[in-house]
C-alpha cells in the first residue's frame, strides 16, 4: 500500500505563482494491479519526483462517474500544481511514460485506464503546440478537474477564458456528479 504523500493537499495561494502554475490532472478507473484506483494514484504521485517534477500543491481525490459510458467503472480524479525544469512538451513525455509505466493502453477513446495524466496548463502558454493544445481544451468543461483545482487554487485563472476555478466549476457541463472523497 502507499502512503498518502506529504505534499500538502493546499498551501496557501500566496506562496503559489498561479500565474505560471503548470497544472496536472490524473484520473484512473481501471485499478490495473494495484488495490484500488486511490492506490495507483498515490503510486503515480511517488514517481512523478523521479521524473523531474515537483508536487507543490494536490487535491483530494474525487469520484465520478465513467464519461462518456456510465456504465464503465467510476474514475478517480484530481489535480497537482508542479514545478519542473521540463518544457510543456517534454513534461508530456515524462507523464506519457509514466502512464505506460502503469499499464496505460490506448485503444478506444475514453476506454477505462489504469492512469490519466493530462497537462491542464502551463503557466499562461496558450495555443497548438505541435499538436499539444494549451490549456487543455475540455478542461474548463470538467468538474472533475476545476473542482479539484479550485480546492487547492480557487483563484487560479483559466489562460484564455480568464474566469477563476472556483467560478468554473459552476459552469462545468461534464462530471456534474463528481465528488471528493473522505480522507481516511
Known sequence: MVENMSVPTEIP???LDLEGAVIVALGCNDKGV???CAESLEAALARFRAEGIDVL???SWWSSQAWPDPTDPPFLNGVVIVRTEHDPQALMGKLARIEDVFGRRRSVRNAPRTLDLDLIAYGRVSGDLDGLILPHPR???RLFVMG??????PEWRHPTADVAAQ????????GVDARPQRRL
Open 139 to 141: 478542461a474548463a468543461e
Open 148 to 153: 479539484p483545482l479550485a480546492e487547492i487554487a
Open 57 to 59: 500543491a494536490r487535491s
Open 34 to 36: 494495484w488495490a484500488s
Open 13 to 15: 495561494e500566496g506562496d
Open 167 to 174: 467560478l468554473l466549476t459552476a459552469m462545468c457541463t461534464v
